[in-house]
């Protein structure tokens, strides 16, 4: 049996640039592993079903969220059409907690000129999902550990702190507050980060068409993890081809 087809599953965005970006990302995961095809869990289209109805009859799949971290589309929405699939398709983890997207978040606050006396705050999406939420939470913390020194968090929807909460806070010690954006591409949520009050403001994990190469290999991980066949064959370990 063939390997497993990569469905790199996105949310959806209405900004143009942020459409482009994460377009940019699935042709890069492409590049790397040519049975990848695109699609979205909200807002645009191809959907799932959509998506697995352009395969071959039969071929399994493995669903990769190009999310930040496992909420309700995760473990709800991508779930339930794995399950109501005429194949056997399974859905692998989101893209975080990763610690090459720490490492990401690092250059990019390195690349915006945070000091090393900035408080700093991590901008998140939220989820009403708790799973989810401490997946940004851990986000945090390794962040910290890589910068050395604490890092607080914020949240767009859902989840508490807010953003604006977080900033408020960080302000509060007198001290220059600098945003670390959590987010994947432009959209509604950055322009809500960028009104949110900081002094500073990193830009999101996509801004260029030079994709990260860390997020092309979290996405090849999870698709490994979640199927035991990596992108240039079958793994060798006993039981995983």
Not at 116 to 134: K, N, R
Request: proline share 7%; charged share 20%; net charge negative.
């Amino acid at each position: 049996m063939s390997a497993p087809a990569l469905l790199a599953i996105s949310h959806g965005t209405d900004s143009v640039r942020g459409r482009a970006l994460v377009g940019g990302l699935v042709a890069a995961i492409r590049s790397r592993f040519a049975d990848t095809h695109g699609g979205f869990v909200d807002v645009l289209h191809p959907d799932v079903p959509t998506v697995l109805g352009k395969l071959p009859a039969g071929q399994p799949a493995v669903i990769v969220p190009l999310l930040l971290s496992a909420g309700y589309h995760v473990r709800v929405d991508l779930a339930e059409a794995a399950a109501a699939a005429d194949r056997p398709v399974a859905v692998a983890g989101a893209l975080g907690p990763d610690d090459g997207l720490v490492e990401l978040l690092a250059d990019r606050l390195a690349d915006a000129g945070a000091l090393p006396d900035d408080e700093i705050v991590l901008a998140a999406a939220g989820s009403s999902d708790p799973a989810a939420v401490v997946d940004c939470r851990d986000m945090a913390d390794r962040l910290a550990v890589l910068l050395g020194r604490p890092v607080r968090i914020g949240f767009l929807s859902a989840a508490k702190p807010t953003l604006r909460q977080a900033i408020a806070a960080a302000k509060d010690t007198g001290r220059r507050v600098t945003v670390a954006t959590y987010l994947l591409a432009p959209g509604y949520f950055l322009d809500l980060v960028e009104a949110a009050g900081a002094d500073l403001v990193t830009p999101p994990l996509l801004i260029d068409p030079a994709v990260p190469e860390a997020l092309v290999a979290a996405a090849l991980r999870r698709y490994t993890d979640a199927c035991g066949v990596s992108a240039t064959g079958p793994l060798t370990a006993a039981g995983r081809a």
